[in-house]
């Protein structure tokens, strides 16, 4: 349960700190329109959310593997 919601956690923090940064990108006084909060910068959130957790997955689990070894012994 503690991996889905480490998993979750860090979904959140890439989505808070892209619309943080787009946000400040978009209301400076020369923004010109790129880049802007469309379709392709949300799929963007996405394929960085998959990417990144994808990347830690493998981590959290050989922590869980590693915690239940040394339960046993």
Do not use: C
């Amino acid at each position: 349960m503690g991996i889905l919601i480490a998993q979750g956690a860090v979904s959140f923090s890439i989505i808070v700190a892209d619309l943080i940064f787009i946000h400040q990108v978009m209301s400076k006084p020369n923004w010109d329109g790129t880049p802007d909060m469309d379709i392709i910068f949300f799929l963007g959130i996405i394929a960085r959310m998959i990417v990144v957790n994808a990347a830690l997955f493998p981590v959290a689990l050989i922590g869980w593997f590693v915690k239940r070894y040394n339960e046993k012994t």
